[in-house]
């Protein structure tokens, strides 16, 4: 039997009960779209997320006080607060001798308080920083200056302020040497950060920046430090100087054994391996969500089908008596349901895209670097599922078509 | 050449527990080239007699054999092999695919003769519809036609194929007397050049343009006679009723 007669036939089927057919193919197209929908904007999603973990900076490695293991978050991203980390750790792993690739380091410390100049006030999140921040994280600085060294060791009351920050205390006066209060201690501006951007974790436009020891004794007197982050020459030493600075911080604090460490380093490599396996666990969730959608679809073929079947049972009748064999109508109504599909799917693919697209436009509208993204492998994927689905849901009606008497059919009315 | 043979052939149908005998014991032998009306009231099994010799079903015992052989042997694959080489089938209600032209109706059963895909199909295709005088409509839709030219399609159809036998159930049934009269002189024709064809019918005018008549009444045979008066469809009209 030549194929081309089948597909012409259901092509003509299809056409003949317009409506009906678009309502059965709706079903694909909806299923098909929305897994295409959700690989897209999850795959956009993974991208937006690991872009701005790496702007962070793939060269840096982070020093966490509590131990963890390599999988699992450390201590006090949970929120318990670890007081081993000190300013003395921070000196020795800038030491060269101990890590010969380190080439800049800041502590970290942070809290929140008032901030206030003449009527304005808000509630603002600081962080306490050395001089160092300004190499270490690629922050460029709108105006004025960073602090320096010299004003962190002498406890100097002096900020840098985030540009949003910068806008909403100063208004439209220009900040730079200006006074205002934190926690009613007063503090002289000296430089405004460059907008960088909202990071969902911490948005520096909205942070004020003060040195780190100026922070920790005049604000929070704490003598500890929150985190701290070292930058290394070249993104391909990081491994080595994992290795110096665990070493440092082990002689530091008069550790022997590993498994006592008190501390975590990590590296960005590490933190964007995490984000990715999660996002893709996400990703494939949601897709299988999407999934359930098509097995109501190919539910809909179905019975569409069954209800062909019984309505060209004098064709079957005919198709049979004429010679035809079992499974050629097995095959006929086969191809029927899978030219269904197919076609189902391809305008679901097509509608997928688009709103995919769009999606990427309007969010790329509201401010995010949002990557339009389809792989096409979720076509090729997307295109012989559907084929499968009109194989698996039209299996049952053509069997059944097979299997009428020519002598029944050909009778029926 | 005995080309039908028929030994105490009886069908019973089963139906929710109650049982029809539709055939009694038939007994008949057909040779190649006749042409036989099996006649009857309806409910008399000449339907179902049709419908056995023609292989879209078997009977419940008795003997059937076609060229020689029992069919009973055949697979249900076989038998569509053989529907569709040696026998070709006309009904009283067309059984034209709709919205199909009428070359692609004709062609049906060539595309299920797998020993011959795209032989000659073009060839056998006009030369069927030329014999039946429709090759005028050849892109027709189907239901675009008369009833009387669907009839002709459909023996087209039935003919494409080349083969032994032909089996017309009520071919005139759904026709209008003019239509139904180019259509026993079809058959007629195809009878002249050497087909078998078995009619099917309940009214006696047109069963006597076959040559020979069997009558059935309550699934048997109660009589078997050649045609004395035998009905030629040649004239324009001059049988009409």
């Known amino acids: 039997m030549k194929l081309t007669s089948p597909i012409k036939i259901s092509y003509k089927n299809l056409m ?97 308080g008032t901030a206030k100049y003449k009527n304005n006030s808000r509630q603002n999140n600081f962080q306490g920083v050395s001089a160092d921040f300004i190499d270490v994280e690629k922050n460029d600085l709108s105006s004025g200056r960073f602090f320096t060294d010299e004003e962190d ?29 934190l926690k009613d201690v007063n503090f002289t501006v000296v430089g405004v950060l460059a907008l960088k951007g909202g990071s969902a974790v911490s948005n520096p436009d909205e942070l004020v920046y003060m040195p780190l020891s100026t922070a920790q004794k005049i604000l929070l007197g704490i003598d500890y430090l929150n985190f701290m982050r070292v930058k290394i020459d070249n993104p391909e030493n990081i491994t080595r100087a994992v290795a110096d600075i665990k070493y ?48 109501v679809g190919g539910v809909g073929i179905m019975n569409i089908m069954l209800i062909s079947v019984t309505q060209r049972i004098r064709e079957v009748g005919l198709r049979k008596a004429v010679g035809a064999r079992n499974r050629h109508i097995i095959t006929q109504f086969l191809i029927e349901a899978v030219f269904i599909t197919l076609v ?70 | ?87 070709g089938f006309v009904f009283q209600s067309f059984n034209l695919l709709p919205r199909t032209t009428v070359y692609e109706n004709t062609e049906l059963p060539l595309l299920y003769d797998e020993d011959h895909l795209e032989v000659h199909n073009k060839e056998k295709i006009n030369k069927a519809l030329a014999a039946v005088g429709m090759s005028h409509r050849i892109q027709y839709l189907s239901n675009q036609l008369s009833g009387g030219e669907k009839q002709r399609v459909a023996i087209a159809r039935a003919l494409v194929n080349d083969p032994e036998v032909i089996f017309a159930d009520e071919p005139t049934g759904n026709l209008d007397s003019k239509s ?20 099917v019918t309940h009214e006696t005018y047109t069963a006597q343009h076959a040559k020979r008549i069997l009558n059935m009444k309550d699934g048997q045979i109660i009589s078997d006679e050649l045609v004395k008066n035998r009905l030629v469809a040649d004239g324009e009209g001059e049988l009409l009723k």
């Open chain 1, 16 to 112: 003949a009960a317009k409506f009906r057919s678009f309502l059965t193919i709706l079903g694909i197209i909806i299923g098909i779209a929305s897994v295409i929908i959700v690989m897209a904007i999850g795959a956009s999603a993974q991208q937006l997320i690991i872009a701005q973990v790496s702007g962070v900076g793939s060269n840096l490695v982070g020093v966490l006080p509590g131990a963890s293991d390599e999988k699992g978050p450390p201590a006090s991203v949970l929120g318990i607060v670890t007081t081993t980390l000190k300013q003395s750790d921070l000196d020795a792993v800038l030491l060269k001798k101990n890590v010969p690739n380190a080439v800049a380091a800041s502590g970290y410390v942070s809290g929140i």
């Open chain 1, 153 to 181: 060791s002498g406890l100097a009351r002096v900020a840098v302020l985030g540009s949003n920050t910068a806008k909403e205390l100063f208004e439209n006066e220009d900040p730079i040497g200006k006074m205002f209060s």
């Open chain 1, 248 to 295: 440092t911080i082990r002689t530091q604090h008069r550790i022997k054994n590993p498994n006592d460490d008190d501390f975590s380093v990590r590296d960005t490599a590490q933190a964007l391996n995490m984000i990715t396996n999660i996002t893709n666990v996400l990703k494939y969730f949601l897709a299988g969500i999407a999934a359930i959608s098509l097995l």
């Open chain 1, 344 to 413: 189902g799917g391809i305008i679901g693919i097509i509608f997928g895209i688009l709103i995919s697209l769009l999606a990427a436009v309007v969010i790329n509208a509201l401010g995010y670097e949002w990557e339009f993204l389809i792989s096409f492998s979720s076509i090729v994927v997307a295109t012989m599922v559907s084929a499968a689905i009109g194989l698996l849901f039209g299996l049952y009606p053509a069997r059944k078509a097979a299997r009428i008497s020519p002598m029944e059919a050909l009778r029926y009315e």
């Open chain 2, 1 to 87: 050449m005995k080309l039908i043979e028929v030994e105490n052939l009886v069908k019973t149908y089963d139906s929710e527990g109650v049982q029809t005998q539709a055939m009694r014991g038939l007994n008949f032998t057909i040779e190649k080239g006749e042409f036989v009306s099996i006649m009857g009231p309806s409910g008399s099994g000449k339907s179902t007699l049709m419908q056995i010799l023609g292989m879209l079903d078997r009977p419940t015992t008795g003997a059937y054999l076609f060229e020689g052989k029992n069919i009973n042997s055949y697979s249900d694959d076989e038998l569509s092999k053989l529907r569709n080489k040696k026998i």
């Open chain 2, 180 to 199: 139904g009269l180019a259509v026993m002189r079809i058959l007629q024709k195809l009878n002249d050049d050497g087909h078998t064809v078995i009619l």
